[in-house]
């Protein structure tokens, strides 16, 4: 006989108890509350597995310009130098027939994207130091970064070089060409295709990460802040796109094509529509469907319906537009305004017009603080070194200006038109001209 304990059924321990119930119940809260926070910007697991091998970026420092807009923000601000441009010409060169790629310099050396090569100067006197030869024109400015080159093709081949070797180290062939910079942050080449595909590529293996499309031509550098990448399409709209996964955030739509470069500084991101400037949030999110229930919500309204007035795009700041003569006609208006993307320092940004007006701009707010009327229109960004904004006109002059009141401190007649936007590095601006020449000021 077994004693009476051995003879007793074990109990069965209930799975769904009360305590499990309760941190189950937790568990699916605080799963619930952070699917809700960031749905749809979940990032896709499979993009964030392809990690970049290393971490550099083109950004330029000290007073090294190694990439256009200078920084992944595309700020075009030297903040701290030894000593302002006074305007005085040091030297001018020819590199061969013109292109719009603007120079980099970086240890004493100048890369010059030009006609069916790289043309390599002595940044202190100009002299030609090599050549790398290339298999079409060169029309985008190069970026820097980790001793490689990096820049686009006509042929739809984005390229990593050697700065030192010339050797290629690696090609990624598009889906179609490029007709804008590249940029290098976070161990990833960012380039915008014509075709309206945006791809981030492995810097050291040419391994794509993510793609992104959008409806029209990408003709600009992308804009990089601390997670996002924001993208101007000629389909009308800024994207913001997460940097490591290419997931959209947000879609800015507006009336006109972007072209210009965004610029992102101040939590803002400007960027130019429709002959006028832009400011968004940089952290704006636009969740699914939220942009065609605001239409037929302001579509609804317009026709009468008791409803309240619909609310503006998400991050929508403010706009600036250019200050037009008396009488200028709306066809006029159409045509002639702001095309070229701000500098940016502090609080306080810098753009141009077709006019030829420049407007510093307090850049939290959108007011202007001054203008100043150049000989002609300026069709190229400026530069601010220091306490000095500097800019070109499609005469060829190169104005210096207090960039606190607007004051003319100087101006320099160079040859030939400036469209391509100037750069400081090494104590100096390098201004390329439309006949081809490049030109040092000091």
């Known amino acids: 006989m077994l004693p009476d304990w051995a003879q007793q059924a074990p109990r069965r321990?209930?799975?769904?108890?009360?305590?499990?119930g309760i941190i189950a119940a937790l568990a699916a809260l605080v799963i619930g509350i952070l699917v809700w926070l960031n749905f749809p910007f979940i990032p896709d697991p499979i993009k964030l597995a392809r990690q970049p091998d290393v971490a550099f970026?083109?950004?330029?420092?000290?007073?090294?310009?190694?990439?256009?807009?200078?920084?992944?923000e595309q700020t075009r601000h030297v903040a701290d130098v030894l000593s302002e441009p006074r305007g005085t010409l040091a030297w001018s060169v020819a590199t061969g027939q013109p292109t719009l790629a603007a120079?980099?310099?970086?240890?004493?050396?100048?890369?010059?994207?030009?006609?069916?090569r790289i043309a390599v100067l002595d940044a202190d006197t100009g002299a030609e130091l090599e050549s790398m030869p290339a298999t079409g024109p060169i029309g985008n400015s190069l970026a820097l970064a980790d001793g490689m080159l990096y820049y686009s093709m006509p042929d739809r081949r984005l390229v990593a070089r050697e700065a030192?070797?010339?050797?290629?180290?690696?090609?990624?062939?598009?889906?179609?060409?490029?007709?804008g910079p590249v940029a290098v942050a976070d161990g990833m080449v960012y380039?915008?295709?014509?075709?309206?595909?945006?791809?981030?590529?492995?810097?050291t293996t040419s391994e794509l990460i993510w793609q992104h499309e959008t409806l029209d031509e990408v003709r600009s550098p992308v804009a990089k802040g601390e997670k996002i990448v924001y993208v101007a399409s000629a389909d009308r709209s800024l994207y913001a796109l997460d940097a490591r996964t290419g997931q959209e955030r947000a879609r800015f739509r507006t009336g006109a094509s972007l072209v210009a470069a965004p610029v992102t500084a101040n939590n803002q991101v400007y960027f130019v529509s429709g002959r006028q400037l832009y400011a968004m949030d940089a952290n704006a999110l636009e969740y699914p469907g939220q942009y065609a229930v605001t239409r037929t919500w302001s579509q609804l309204w317009l026709w009468g319906f008791p409803l309240p007035s619909p609310p503006s795009q998400p991050g929508d700041r403010w706009r600036f537009g250019p200050d037009y003569p008396e009488g200028t006609s709306s066809r006029e208006k159409r045509t002639e305004?702001?095309?070229?993307?701000?500098?940016?320092?502090?609080?306080?940004?810098?753009?141009?017009?077709?006019?030829?007006?420049?407007?510093?701009?307090?850049?939290?707010?959108?007011?202007?603080?001054?203008?100043f009327q150049a000989e002609d229109g300026i069709v190229a960004s400026p530069v601010v070194v220091g306490e000095l904004v500097v800019f070109g006109d499609k005469t060829g002059l190169l104005y210096g200006l207090n960039r606190a009141d607007g004051i003319e401190r100087w101006r320099l007649q160079l040859p030939d038109a400036i469209r391509v936007?100037?750069?400081?590095?090494?104590?100096?601006?390098?201004?390329?001209?439309?006949?081809?020449?490049?030109?040092?000021?000091?």
């Not at 120079?103 to 069916?116: K, S």
């Not at 380039?191 to 810097?203: F, I, K, P, S």
């Not at 810098?350 to 959108?366: H, M, N, P, Q, R």
């Open 13 to 20: 321990r209930r799975f769904i108890s009360r305590r499990n």
């Open 57 to 72: 970026s083109s950004a330029s420092t000290g007073e090294q310009w190694t990439m256009t807009g200078r920084n992944v």
């Open 103 to 116: 120079p980099v310099v970086a240890d004493g050396r100048i890369y010059l994207g030009a006609h069916f």
């Open 164 to 179: 030192s070797s010339q050797n290629v180290r690696w090609e990624y062939e598009m889906s179609d060409s490029t007709a």
């Open 191 to 203: 380039a915008g295709a014509l075709d309206g595909v945006t791809y981030a590529v492995n810097a």
């Open 337 to 371: 305004g702001i095309i070229s993307a701000p500098a940016v320092a502090g609080d306080r940004l810098y753009v141009g017009d077709t006019l030829g007006k420049l407007y510093g701009v307090d850049a939290i707010s959108g007011e202007e603080q001054w203008q």
């Open 421 to 442: 936007s100037p750069v400081y590095a090494e104590g100096r601006l390098l201004v390329r001209t439309e006949d081809g020449q490049l030109h040092a000021v000091e």
